[in-house]
């Protein structure tokens, strides 16, 4: 913002966003959605190491399922936990501990010789992918202007896809350097999370979080380089929303409808099958018909049409709005589901229609409920419950996903129809979720954080 003189002699502050305010705010908001980055890297990575483990230390489809299953279960963990310190100490402070528990995760992954460490270790990595899901978005959504905060706060899923992309590439490239191939592709994490580490201590911490704690003239600083010409009146709607301050709980019945929103449509992305396909791609693609090298390539593109269609969604996301997004992403997975599901059920797996039939189905799935459901969650709760709701929508999205991807391995190797149980049961669940968002949700974009909650009846 710049001040100019009025006919008084007194000043008046410019209510347009300058493009310096506007870029801080992006800069910030960018380096924390490199949290997302190592939350995909994360999830993806394990995809093509896990047979290896299975064959290093002669695991059952069951114990394998807990092996992948066991990095979900630290993210259930971390979800559950990461509104309480993000609420006591601060977003930014958390967000480093997170990029160090990321840091240390890769490194004992790598290098650890049994597998009891190795669970331990991919827990702890869990527990920063949880974390980082509540805490990343929360962080974009408090610092970000209105006006583009739907592309800012998606950002942090363009990251989460480019990490899944990364992941996949660097299986590919570190498939065939030996025995030991699979410690690399784990370790490689390492990197990004040293950078994350460093990078979040230029950014400054949350405003609305600082308001929260009666840190005024920090958070009104704040405002005032991210283009926030109102910041006053912020500051004191902010005031007046959260007045029962942090003591006060998320279910106390004031908070059902966003509860509601939060819970179902975090059921609903883990219900698609999504991290069955990112956790299992090269399986996928194995049992479909091709062999292990081609497999691993198929997963690159998965893992390409993911960003593509994600880079797309952000670029409308603010236009187009949450909810006819997530309509029409949802119609298009019912269809590939449904797709996929039938080529399983063909002799032979189905071969290159499968990859045809998956690539539609990431694509619809990026541009709506993988671009949407981080936004969404981190806009319906008012500032004093943020975190508990953001918390709330990430325990459920993870404990999804954990059964998800524990039972994939049980039900494809129990059955030789295990593939088509598998889909024709995601995609009945994308019927489910589209009568939900057609029928039930609420579209926000392009309004403040505050007239989101006045309009969902939070006083």
């Not at 030991?180 to 040293?194: C, E, I, K, N, Q």
């Not at 380089?225 to 019945?253: C, D, Q, V």
């Not at 619809?364 to 709330?392: D, H, K, M, T, Y």
Request: with cysteine; proline share 3%.
């Amino acid at each position: 913002m710049y001040v100019e003189t009025n006919k008084t002699g007194g000043t008046a502050l410019e209510t347009s966003e300058t493009p310096k305010a506007t870029g801080y705010a992006v800069r910030a908001s960018l380096i924390a959605a490199l949290g997302g980055f190592l939350f995909g890297f994360e999830t993806a990575v394990i995809s093509g190491a896990e047979k290896t483990i299975q064959e290093l230390w002669h695991l059952s489809s069951g114990w394998l399922g807990f092996t992948v299953a066991s990095s979900l279960i630290g993210t259930v963990i971390g979800s559950i936990i990461a509104g309480i310190p993000a609420q006591r100490y601060g977003r930014k402070k958390v967000l480093t501990v997170i990029a160090f528990m990321y840091l240390l995760s890769a490194m004992g992954c790598a290098f650890t010789p049994v597998w009891s460490l190795f669970i331990m270790f991919r827990f702890i990595g869990g527990v920063a992918v949880g974390a980082s899901s509540v805490v990343g978005p929360m962080y974009i959504s408090e610092i970000a202007p209105a006006k583009i905060r739907g592309r800012l706060a998606g950002s942090f899923q363009v990251n989460i896809v480019t990490g899944i992309l990364i992941a996949y590439l660097v299986n590919v490239l570190l498939r065939g350097v030996g025995d030991d191939a699979w410690r690399w592709m784990l370790g490689v994490m390492a990197v990004p999370a040293l950078l994350f580490a460093i990078l979040l201590r230029t950014i400054p911490e949350s405003p609305r979080w600082l308001v929260l704690n009666n840190r005024d003239e920090e958070a009104r600083a704040i405002f005032a380089k991210t283009g926030e010409h109102n910041a006053l009146a912020l500051i004191k709607e902010e005031h007046e929303l959260s007045r029962h301050g942090t003591k006060e709980s998320l279910f106390n019945g004031k908070y059902n409808k966003p509860i509601l929103y939060a819970v179902l449509l975090a059921m609903f992305n883990q219900l698609s099958g999504i991290n069955a396909l990112i956790y299992y791609a090269p399986r996928i693609f194995e049992m479909a018909g091709f062999d292990k090298a081609n497999a691993f390539q198929q997963s690159v593109y998965i893992g390409a049409a993911n960003l593509l269609f994600t880079l797309i969604a952000m670029s409308v996301i603010d236009k187009f709005g949450r909810k006819k997004l997530l309509l029409i992403g949802a119609a298009g997975m019912i269809v590939f589901l449904a797709l996929t599901a039938f080529a399983f059920n063909s002799p032979g797996g189905g071969g290159a229609a499968v990859i045809a039939y998956l690539i539609g189905f990431i694509a619809f799935f990026a541009f709506s409920q993988g671009a949407v459901i981080w936004v969404f969650i981190s806009e319906i709760f008012p500032n004093s419950v943020r975190s508990q709701g953001g918390s709330l929508g990430s325990f459920t999205h993870w404990i999804m996903a954990a059964l998800v991807s524990w039972t994939f391995p049980v039900i494809v190797e129990g059955s030789p129809k295990g593939g088509f149980y598998s889909f024709i049961f995601y995609s009945v669940m994308m019927l489910l979720s589209f009568i939900f968002i057609w029928r039930v949700m609420p579209e926000t974009k392009g309004k403040s954080l505050e007239q989101i909650q006045k309009e969902l009846g939070i006083q």
